[in-house]
Nanobody
Framework: QVQLVESGGGLVQPGDSLRLSCAASGHTFSSYGMGWFRQAPGKEREFVAVINWSGSSTDYGDSVKGRFTISRDNAKNTIYLQMNSLAPVDTAIYYC???????????????????WGQGTQVTVSS
């Protein structure tokens, strides 16, 4: 069992940066691939980024490539999402998730994830 708690969301202006964190409980955290998804009002949840268990491989959704960076610190049981050059279209609830065992890389689909956090709101507005 893994419990995930996101933090770091807030209200920022266009062009600003923000770093989200996702703290995980459970002694097997380092064995999980981890991902970030987001859901804007009235839209389906969207894949944002994924990182493998060691941090050696990452992948991103097309809308955030070059602006967002996912990373992890297994010693702290935490993953991060560094978001730069934020725009109003990035406004959403951001969720972190832990991938199912033995699922194929890269994990871009919700069904590939077993555990989900409650989400943190990011609002980009002037």
């Amino acid at each position: 069992q893994v419990q995930l708690v996101e933090s770091g969301g807030g209200l920022v202006q266009p062009g600003d940066s923000l770093r989200l964190s996702c703290a995980a409980s459970g002694h097997t955290f380092s064995s999980y691939g981890m991902g970030w998804f987001r859901q804007a009002p009235g839209k389906e949840r969207e894949f944002v980024a994924v990182i493998n268990w060691s941090g050696s491989s990452t992948d991103y959704g097309d809308s955030v490539k070059g602006r967002f960076t996912i990373s992890r610190d297994n010693a702290k049981n935490t993953i991060y999402l560094q978001m730069n050059s934020l725009a109003p279209v990035d406004t959403a609830i951001y969720y972190c998730a832990a991938a199912r065992e033995l699922t194929t890389w890269p994990m871009k689909r919700e069904i590939q994830y077993k555990y989900w956090g409650q989400g943190t709101q990011v609002t980009v507005s002037s």
